[in-house]
């Protein structure tokens, strides 16, 4: 069986990543695609308040399962566009070890911090100021094979620009990169927290 392929949006929130990935699934016309967003495995947990310390534990374990969920769905043939946040180290190395990095096209979502500011506000479903928090974090590794940006871009001019780029991406994928160089054979794999800024 051959395995899937799988579109890696990483950005803020609001930066626009859902919004790219439905435009991706209706122009996306060589096979089957499957939008897989952290945020929807978030809705699935169970609502009742948590002490903090659960509360990080239970988030933990959603987003190592989430990780492993577009593993899974990859391995069966599935071709699966993923939107996700990493906004904490310990993420992106989880997926290096789960995902098949030769499968990964990986694509960062960029949006001026205006923009995302504004985008929070005429929201209102998030926290204020969360993709502020989230800006200097979420592209610190510094290596994609495509990247893009909303802040003037419509989501279907990204996308198709995704769908552009798709057949003439690179042998070595940014995820081979990354994997060598945070999870190379001859160290011990880093802790959460250890992986430095580029």
Known sequence: MTAG???FLNGTS???KSSIARELLGI???GVFFHMAV???NAMRTKRSLPQQDLDAALRRTRMGFHR???AMAEAGNDVVVDHVLSEPWRL???LTVLCPQDVVFVGVHCSREELARREEARGDRPSGLAALQYDVVHQHGDYDFECDTTA???RECAALIKEFLPHRPRETAFTRLRARYLAVDRKPPEPGDMPST
């Open 5 to 7: 392929r799988i579109i």
């Open 14 to 16: 609001s930066s626009g």
């Open 28 to 30: 996306l016309d060589d």
């Open 39 to 41: 945020d929807g495995f």
């Open 69 to 71: 969920s577009i593993a």
């Open 93 to 95: 190395i989880d997926c």
């Open 153 to 155: 871009r419509s989501p």
